[in-house]
C-alpha cells in the first residue's frame, strides 16, 4: 500500500493551510469544507483520488478542521513565547 495519499495531504496542508490565532475552529468549520476541496481539486491534478487519501488520513474534511485547530495552536504558543 502507498502512502501517497498522506504525503500529498501533509504536504498540501503545510504550503495551504494558514494559522489564525484569533479564531476558534468548530468541529463542522465551512473553512475545514473549503480547504478539503481544494486539496481534491489539487489531489486530482496529480491522479490521487479521494479514495487514495481518506483510506490513508480518514475522513478529509475533519482532518482539515484538526489541522487549522493544531496551527491555530502552533500559533497562540509562539505568540505566547514572544510576549515573554
Known sequence: M???GREFV????????VADAQREV?????????????CLAAAAEQDITRDDIEDEVGYLP????HALRDKAEAERQRLRGRED
Open 2 to 4: 502507498s502512502d501517497k
Open 10 to 17: 501533509e504536504r498540501w496542508v503545510a504550503d495551504n493551510v
Open 26 to 38: 468548530e468541529e463542522r468549520d465551512p473553512e475545514g469544507d473549503d480547504l478539503t476541496e481544494q
Open 62 to 65: 475533519r482532518y482539515m478542521v
